[in-house]
Nanobody
């Protein structure tokens, strides 16, 4: 088990910004591909963004492309999700995800994730 702890969620008005962080307690996470998913009430968990283990490759869902940016700082065992131009439809619980692999795969399915964080709530008001 690799503990992942998200932070940075909150309530923001439409058009605003938030920055989510995902901190891992183990140094080995620096060798993992990392990602973010989200789950809105009554909906299935969906893919948001991923980043390769060195940070050289990123991939985004069409719904967030151009507005969200995923990044990582392996010296801090931390992954970030910068969210700009937020919309009410971005309201969801956001989950950090990790895959124990150095093989780059852009979009993940829920079943391909090895480790999950506990989630952080993001609410965007109109």
């Amino acid at each position: 088990q690799v503990p992942l702890v998200e932070s940075g969620g909150g309530l923001v008005m439409a058009g605003g910004s938030l920055r989510l962080s995902c901190a891992a307690s183990e140094r080995t996470v620096s060798n993992y591909a990392m990602g973010w998913f989200r789950q809105a009430p009554g909906k299935e968990r969906e893919f948001v963004a991923t980043i390769s283990w060195r940070g050289g490759s990123t991939y985004y869902a069409d719904s967030v492309k151009g507005r969200f940016t995923i990044s990582r700082d392996n010296s801090k065992n931390t992954v970030y999700l910068q969210m700009n131009s937020l919309k009410p439809e971005d309201t969801a619980i956001y989950y950090c995800a990790a895959r124990n692999t150095r093989i780059w795969v852009g979009e993940w399915s829920v079943s391909e994730v090895d480790y999950w964080g506990q989630g952080t709530q993001v609410s965007v008001s109109a």
